[in-house]
């Protein structure tokens, strides 16, 4: 069974580009293995992560996920069985902020910086689609 997880959570201070790299680089090691993908936005110390596998796959590192002590205020957004997956296309993908248009982030939010905890997961996901869509999500498969 395919499950499909969004959440967000806050970054503690010391979280850095090459902290957020090093996260990828992980990921996209291990995430093949467990048949993981998926695709991470972080901004302004949020970060936003869909994860798409199997049950237990993606249970389990959403659980290794809110341990981490790089993480604070861990919120699950959207947990839901999927008959397919929308970012198969990706181990992990990242969005790349700096093809951000700040009017995209205004359709789903009062303002326009990425702000999880002020949506509703719905929200969050339409806005990975979009991201998605407009090619503003990076990284190989």
């Not at 499950?3 to 806050?10: E, G, H, I, K, P």
């Not at 467990?34 to 249970?59: D, H, K, P």
């Not at 957004?77 to 982030?105: D, K």
Request: hydrophobic share 45%; aromatic share 8%.
């Amino acid at each position: 069974m395919l499950v499909r997880l969004v959440y967000a959570s806050r970054a503690i201070d010391t979280v850095d580009q090459a902290e957020l790299l090093a996260i990828l680089k992980k990921s996209k090691a291990n995430n093949p293995a467990q048949g993981i993908t998926g695709v991470l936005c972080f901004s302004e110390g949020i970060f936003l992560q869909v994860l798409e596998g199997g049950r237990s796959a993606v249970n389990q590192l959403y659980n290794r996920i809110a341990a981490d002590t790089r993480h604070t205020q861990v919120e699950l957004m959207v947990y839901e069985e999927i008959g397919e997956r929308r970012f198969a296309g990706w181990s992990m993908g990242q969005v790349n902020l700096s093809r951000l248009n700040p009017a995209l982030m205004l359709k789903y939010s009062a303002m326009p910086t990425l702000d999880p905890f002020a949506v509703s997961g719905r929200v969050s996901l339409a806005l990975f689609d979009e991201l998605m869509a407009t090619a503003s999500i990076v990284g190989q498969p």
